[in-house]
């Protein structure tokens, strides 16, 4: 590692926002940012003039803001460790149930095949500390409006059922926070993982944006290559996604293919 940040690679098309909200309950709005924000055209970042500032909050749901861009939340006790077992969420963890290529609703999911969860728990019991990080930029700075309660409510749903001490670190703006910067994992270590400090030699990020030819980006592996852990695909870690997570995830309507 040259100790520079590995940055994001350019673009070549002017970029379109996204929405902040829901405009409907059955609208087809991308719970997941994984398989979206980083597809999707958006206009150059312009200063914001005039806006009122972020505060720090906790929900009733034990989600905590950090502000400008970072929600956090600890399943079970997650105890510190010095080995740490990273994944991404949407397309590594899991998949849409429905099929298409955004969540539906915050129940519009299944486990990317059925070894993901034994295999997260077999880290857990050698003593890993299991986290995840990812980018959810569909949020922006509505922090507290349909779009955030419902793609939180999916997280809830989905580590819930896993079972496992978990936390959980998720970016909802595009800055120093969102992957593939290093900063979600520089405001872990610094403030979640008892004073403990990682073992990049024993560490290791999974994701599925890898920079493959069939990937919609290479941010997860920038994040691990930032941060100077190992990376992991799905399929190094998981083998083969049930139900055809490629064709399902990735070639869908919305962005164009990275390769």
Known sequence: MSGRPRRAPKRSKKYDDE???????????PLSDSDSEDRKPRKKAVAARG????DS???????????PSIFYKEYGDAQ???KIAAFDLDGTLVNTKSGA???KDDLDWKWYNKSAPEKIQAYADEGYKIVVFTNQGTIKSAVKGKAAEKILSRIDSIMEELG?????????????????ERGMWD????RFNGGVAPDHSKSFFVGDAAGRTADFADTDKGFADNVGIGFRTPEDEFG??????????????GGDVVS
């Open 51 to 54: 806006k009122k500032s972020l």
């Open 80 to 82: 510190p460790s010095d």
């Open 57 to 67: 909050f906790t929900t009733d749901e034990g989600w905590s803001f950090e502000p």
């Open 187 to 190: 405001f872990f270590v610094s």
């Open 101 to 103: 290529t955004f969540a």
């Open 164 to 180: 496992v001490p978990v936390q959980v670190f998720a970016c909802t703006m595009d800055d120093h926070y969102r992957k593939p």
């Open 19 to 29: 929405v902040d909200d829901f405009s409907d309950e059955g609208s087809d709005v």
């Open 240 to 253: 083969q996604a049930d139900g055809g997570k490629k064709a399902a995830a990735k070639k869908g309507g």
